[in-house]
């Protein structure tokens, strides 16, 4: 059998930290328990682990961060807000927000590496199904922001089309085309009502 | 074996239905689908399902919704949000924060109901860990606000009372003295440099 090693970085008052020490205890996993002064200086193992958003708690598993919920938050956060933003802001707000939601596609880019999904070669992932679930958007998103996501991020398409090739995805997803059409049907109300 | 019946609530263009769609869909976990009209009137199965925020999507297995995730994200929205606005405010906001944070442990003390724990009479729940975690912070919260808990919620402080007698929480929670110490530093050095 071989030794399962799990250590967790932490900091002492974290709630959110607490929580992930309590559900080892309750499930009696062996854990090593490291702790980061998060007013001092960063430890390298926490920059290492966790390196976009620096905090704790990490749950490292033989070497690996536990980055799973973190992704799919992120995405939640950043594709979703910026996403939106593209098509119910003008001008100034409207680039940054065409910005932001590239940046993040990037950033999510570099995390897919060479991987065919986010879960490995083989299957995918919560954070799969949690970024899929954005593309019926993004057709809408493009039109109405007048740019081009293949453009900046082709790698991130490329796992768009692998995704769509399991039946389980491309049959559960709502057509593009029809969000496209519901949300110009909400940009003319809109307009109507506010006069831009 | 006995029939599971699963049903989804959701409402087409969805980026959170698609992903729990595309889940059961890769597990092949037969399901009924049920569109909602978010801009509609809500049925009665969603208001029953969800009571609280009446959202799509929801999860219903064998009749009871999944609400796991829910409650653990109210609580970490505003547990977290109002228990700290009961010390980092004054006055009137202050007041507002006590009352929010009273309302918000109520609601939860209606959702245990008469049970034991949120996950049931004999074993934890993700909801348990999560509200516990917040549990050293209450007398913080309490000392520095002027409020007693237990005055508004003696039966959520009862099933505190019970998750402590669990060695695999109550040696995983920081001390609620230490964190007291901790906060008031803060709030002197606050003081000291924006003089309230």
Known sequence: MSQEEVVVLNFWPSMFGARVIMALEE?????EYKEEDVFGKK????????PVNKKIPVLIH??????????????????????????????????????????TLKLLETELGEKVYFGGNDNVSMVDLVLISYYPWFHSWETIGGFSIEDH???????????????AISKSLPDPLKILDRVSQIIKIHEFFYGY
Chains 1, 2 share one sequence.
């Open 43 to 50: 430890t390298d193992l926490l920059l290492q682990t966790n």
């Open 153 to 167: 991020t082709p790698k991130l398409m490329g796992w768009v089309r692998k995704c769509l090739t399991r039946p």
């Open 27 to 31: 499930k009696e996993i062996k854990f």
């Open 62 to 103: 033989n070497g690996k961060p536990a980055q799973c919920r973190f992704w799919a938050d992120l995405i939640d956060k950043k594709v979703f807000d910026a996403g939106k933003r593209t098509w119910t802001k003008k001008g100034k707000e409207q680039e940054e927000a065409k910005q932001e939601f590239i940046e």
